[in-house]
């Protein structure tokens, strides 16, 4: 699915008065919830071919449609980056940060996304050299992929989550940034002392 211009059918609002806007011929259908309960925070996510935008009620029209279209194409910019991303993509990319952080040092058998990963966002056999991805990933912008991708081959190094590991790690430099994003996206790990961390390696769980 690719960016197309902003849909103009604005279809039921579950929790107040609804809105129509002109018909389109986008794929997606937006169905804007306005809560009485949402002073500020705004927020959407795609169930189906349906975008789910919630938005404080009472907005000015303006600024409600200037909300709408901007997280619209968060969503948009997210599955468009989803398509182009391959199995090929991630192993190219992860090539390039092992030499960007590693000096090109590391050795791995594959890289590659996997759909049984749902609540951590990747995970490394490091004697097998092999690194998965959780699927989810698929849409996230490329600076979260590229620390998921560090944190990974940091484990071919440190197959644990030490401070020399977690050193390595930060040679990436939008590390805490990262974290936190993927934190809001529920994707982490649990270390064995039952601490969480932002990724697992097969075996130390």
Known sequence: MHPQPFPALIAANLLGVSRLWPMSEDPWRIHILRSPRRTRTVGARLVGDT???RVPDGLPPERERELVERL?????ARASRAEGRSDQELARRAALLNNRYFGGELRF??????????TRFGSCTPNA???RLSDRLRGVPDWVLDYVLVHELAHLVEPNHSPRFWKLVHRYPRTERAIGYLMALGLRGEDEEGGMVPAAVEGDD
């Open 72 to 76: 619209v194409a968060r969503l948009r």
């Open 51 to 53: 975008v789910e935008v």
């Open 129 to 131: 050299g092999t690194i």
């Open 109 to 118: 058998s594959s890289v590659r996304f996997v759909t049984n990963q749902h």
